[in-house]
């Protein structure tokens, strides 16, 4: 309990896995409803919706691993510190 209210842990890395599992859920609805959208079938509308899926759940794992290591270094330098 004393990390946690000093700051010693970081409560955050362990929220980034739920953001992850949100932002891929939101991700897939959006790329969902681009796809049908409209009035009626659209291939333009049905490939834009796929690339949003696909390039949409790529740019949320890049975001959350880019969060995950800023929290790896911060360990790390904590680690250094108390040595």
């Not at 970081?10 to 929220?15: I, N, R, S, V």
């Not at 739920?18 to 049905?46: K, R």
């Amino acid at each position: 309990m004393k990390d946690l209210l000093f700051f010693d842990k970081m409560l955050t890395p362990k929220f980034i896995t739920v953001i992850y599992w949100l932002l891929l859920v939101g991700v897939v609805i959006g790329g969902i409803g681009i796809m049908f959208a409209g009035y009626g079938f659209s291939f333009s509308a049905f490939f834009s919706g796929l690339m949003t899926i696909v390039f949409g759940a790529i740019l949320a794992r890049i975001w959350c691993e880019l969060m995950i290591v800023l929290f790896k270094m911060n360990e790390a330098l904590q680690d250094l510190r108390h040595k």
